[in-house]
């Protein structure tokens, strides 16, 4: 199916917690401003890739060079910005199917100018870092960085590493050792002040581990569409009134934590380095026990007397989006449709092909953690989905970069509907660049709990 390509709208950022630290920060002067040649920001094999540079609400006082690379890793072209005569341009024949990331980095103070200020903010300790020697710029660190990218053949962009020959059966014998161990779920009921729902956390029996989380319905007779959410990296508690909201929109829905903790507590006994424990060995990597812990929590909501029997939408964002991917392509025969925004963990080998790899930042320099990581990599799941799915990229995002995500949509099998963010970072560095993603999923979602059809690129 060919691709149905989306652009950014405006609705609230994607998490509260970004939304909350990002939102209200003081604005980052801008000094330059960018207009792609292709205002889709995609191009074919042999185009120009190319920007205009204009200088932007805020008066340049910097001089700035720039650097075109490959997948953010292989360099390409470099040069300097001249803004005399109001404008320039930087371009480059898109050669192959890639990404190109341009890093735009002020490196002096224009003669005769002095240096913007950053926006005042509050007194930081003594510890703190240094203070960057530039402000400015649209990766949202004020540190006079900028940076645009653009997608040559996106849908061509091929695998880095192959998939292992075993993948299949290593998981089929984890998922058989787990079926063996009983769910045993444990409910407690929580207070919510969203009115007409129940809310519980449940702790779940898993191999090696318990699966913990939120389950929150309305609080009425009926069978309910599901919606399990998945987390984006880090160590916290749960947002239980977000699982209420969804809850009053009609949905049966199940939160799990991506620890073995409870919901409700902020940081519980998970070691702050989890992402690389065990990163050498696919039996001992924290991301094993993860996925378990989220298959578990599917099969606790299979007995559910409360779901519809029919409706499973796996969501989420970033590692979130990771965990939802590598769920749907563990049980495959149980989902509905997958939305995930910025997912992470993709390419895991990119680093020794050319492709800057992103979290969890698997070590490129230790082969023993290079083919534990394959193990791990929703690109290797992904031919196994059945499901629609669609998933929203960062054209400049470093943290889930836009190479992995377009190649795990070109190993999907079934309809697939890409959502490229082309000014975005991650979205929590660059939050208001992101939220087409999750406009569109709420869209989905409300389409899918009022008894919709998911169709991929139909609106």
């Known amino acids: 199916m060919p691709y149905q390509i989306q652009f950014p709208r405006t609705l609230p950022a994607l998490f509260l917690t970004a939304a909350l630290a990002f939102g209200q920060r003081p604005q980052i002067p801008q000094q330059l401003a960018f207009t792609p040649y292709h205002a889709s920001g995609i191009y074919d094999v042999g185009e120009t890739v190319g920007w205009t540079v204009a200088p932007g609400p805020v008066s340049p006082t910097y001089a700035y060079k720039w650097t075109i690379r490959r997948n ?9 910005l001249d803004l005399s005569s109001g404008k320039d ?18 490196y002096a103070n224009l003669e005769g100018t002095a240096p913007v200020s950053a926006a005042p903010v509050s007194a930081a300790p003594v510890s703190a870092a240094p203070t960057p020697p ?11 960085l900028y940076a645009v990218g653009a997608a040559v053949a996106p849908a061509k962009i091929g695998l880095a590493t192959p998939r292992p020959e075993d993948f299949d059966t290593f998981w089929e014998a984890k998922l058989a050792a787990q079926s063996k161990i009983p769910v045993h779920a444990e409910l ?3 207070s919510t002040d969203v009115p007409g729902v129940e809310l519980s956390i449940f702790v779940l029996d898993a191999l090696g581990s318990k699966t913990h989380g939120y389950v929150a319905k309305p609080a009425k007779e009926g069978k309910f569409p599901a919606l399990i959410q998945l987390q984006y990296a880090g160590v916290y508690a749960l947002n239980a009134r977000g699982n209420a909201q969804r809850a009053a929109e009609g949905w049966l ?10 919901p409700s507590e902020p940081l519980g006994d998970v070691p702050r380095n989890y992402a690389t424990v065990g990163n050498t060995d696919r039996d001992k990597s924290y991301f094993l026990s993860m996925y378990l812990r989220d298959s578990r929590a599917l099969d606790y909501l299979l007995t559910r007397p409360d779901w519809d029997g ?6 989420g964002g970033s590692m979130g989006g990771q965990q939802s991917l590598v769920l749907a392509g563990l049980r495959p025969e149980k989902i509905t449709a997958v939305l995930v925004c910025v997912p992470a963990g993709s390419d895991t080998n990119g680093d020794l092909h050319g492709r800057k790899a992103g979290y969890p930042n698997w070590p490129s320099d230790n082969p023993a953690a290079m083919n534990a990581s394959r193990y791990f990599d929703p690109i290797n799941f992904a031919s196994r989905i059945q499901a629609p799915v669609m998933a929203g990229m960062g054209f400049i995002d470093t943290i889930s970069p836009p190479a992995g995500v377009w190649t795990m949509l070109n190993q999907l099998r079934s309809a697939k509907e890409p959502l490229p963010m082309i000014e975005s970072e991650h979205d929590n560095l660059t939050p208001d660049k992101g939220r087409g993603c999750p406009a569109r999923t709420k869209e989905i979602r409300d389409l899918i709990v009022q008894g919709g059809e998911y169709k991929p690129g139909s609106r």
């Open 72 to 80: 953010n890793a292989v360099v390409l072209k470099e040069g300097k």
């Open 134 to 144: 530039y402000t400015g710029g649209n990766t949202g660190r004020n540190n006079g």
């Open 188 to 190: 407690t009921p929580v």
């Open 253 to 262: 829905v199940v939160n799990v934590d991506s620890h073995d903790k409870l």
């Open 89 to 106: 341009k930087i371009e480059i024949t898109g050669d192959q199917p890639e990404m190109l990331y341009v890093a735009v980095e002020a």
């Open 310 to 315: 029919k409706t499973i939408v796996l969501t």
